[in-house]
């Protein structure tokens, strides 16, 4: 069965720190892999997804995320962290089916 | 021009109550899903409808009924309310693609409160 670990359950850092949030997946075929931001009270949007090709996305507001098949890992980063980049981030990854399987999520603190 | 669209944004109803939330999506896509995210943030698939089929039923109990009367549209009927029940649902749709799978757009969530 597919299952996604997201390592870091809660990040803190200052502003204009370096962010690195780490994703695993375990899926032996074929797998579409996606970050999604929930900001306080908000819905998920999707910051990236990576379907096939170049393993290094490029998301909005300055996120990008490197596919690792060797490793099944999807990390996601951003060079320089902004006080509105607060809120919790959730790793997924489809499969063969329709069924986003997500790992439970990284609460991301970020202090002027 | 929502995309994604959820009503009630809020509900608060005592146990044993029938609930109904409401989904509909103006993007022209085929698939729709109700999620339920729990008081710890995990976010888990419960259903999902692809041209009013269902496709997807995972492990829910009875007491909670999806229907799709249209391609725009995916209620949840919950019946028997329990405690246990209270979460944040999410609607989301996508499109199926020539890859058999597409971005899902996800709506803004509709707290649920049982007393």
């Given at each position: 069965?597919q299952?996604?670990?997201?390592h870091?359950?809660?990040?803190?850092?200052?502003?204009?720190?370096?962010?690195?949030?780490?994703c695993?997946?375990?899926y032996?075929?074929?797998?579409?892999?996606?970050?999604?931001?929930?900001?306080?009270?908000?819905?998920?949007?999707?910051?990236?997804?990576?379907?096939?090709?170049d393993?290094l996305?490029k998301?909005?507001k300055?996120?990008?995320?490197?596919?690792?098949?060797s490793?099944?890992?999807?990390?996601?980063?951003?060079?320089?962290?902004?006080?509105?980049?607060?809120a919790?981030?959730?790793?997924a990854?489809?499969?063969?089916?329709?069924?986003?399987?997500?790992?439970?999520?990284?609460?991301?603190q970020?202090?002027? | 021009?929502?995309?994604?669209?959820?009503?009630?944004?809020y509900?608060?109803?005592?146990?044993?109550?029938?609930?109904?939330i409401?989904?509909?999506?103006?993007?022209?896509?085929?698939?729709?899903?109700?999620y339920?995210?729990d008081?710890?943030?995990?976010?888990?698939?419960?259903?999902?409808?692809?041209?009013?089929?269902?496709?997807?039923?995972?492990?829910?109990?009875?007491?909670?009924?999806?229907?799709?009367?249209?391609?725009?549209?995916?209620?949840?009927?919950?019946?028997s309310?329990?405690?246990?029940?209270s979460a944040?649902?999410?609607?989301a749709?996508?499109h199926?693609?020539g890859?058999?799978?597409?971005e899902?757009?996800?709506?803004?969530?509709t707290?649920?409160?049982?007393?």
């Open positions: 069965a299952s996604v670990s997201q870091n359950h809660h990040v803190i850092l200052s502003e204009a720190a370096s962010l690195e949030l780490g695993n997946y375990s032996g075929g074929t797998v579409n892999l996606f970050w999604y931001v929930q900001y306080p009270g908000q819905h998920l949007q999707l910051l990236l997804k990576y379907f096939s090709g393993p996305v998301g909005i300055g996120f990008e995320a490197e596919f690792i098949k490793k099944f890992s999807f990390n996601l980063r951003k060079p320089s962290v902004q006080w509105s980049d607060t919790e981030y959730f790793c990854v489809t499969g063969n089916t329709d069924k986003l399987i997500f790992g439970t999520g990284t609460r991301l970020v202090f002027p | 021009d929502t995309a994604v669209s959820q009503t009630p944004k509900l608060v109803t005592q146990m044993g109550n029938d609930k109904s409401k989904c509909e999506q103006n993007l022209g896509h085929d698939t729709m899903y109700w339920k995210q008081s710890k943030k995990f976010l888990k698939i419960m259903f999902s409808y692809n041209n009013k089929e269902l496709i997807i039923n995972e492990t829910v109990p009875n007491r909670f009924s999806p229907k799709s009367p249209d391609k725009a549209h995916l209620n949840l009927h919950i019946n309310l329990e405690l246990g029940d944040v649902y999410f609607c749709s996508s199926r693609g890859t058999g799978y597409n899902q757009f996800f709506g803004p969530g707290r649920l409160t049982v007393l």
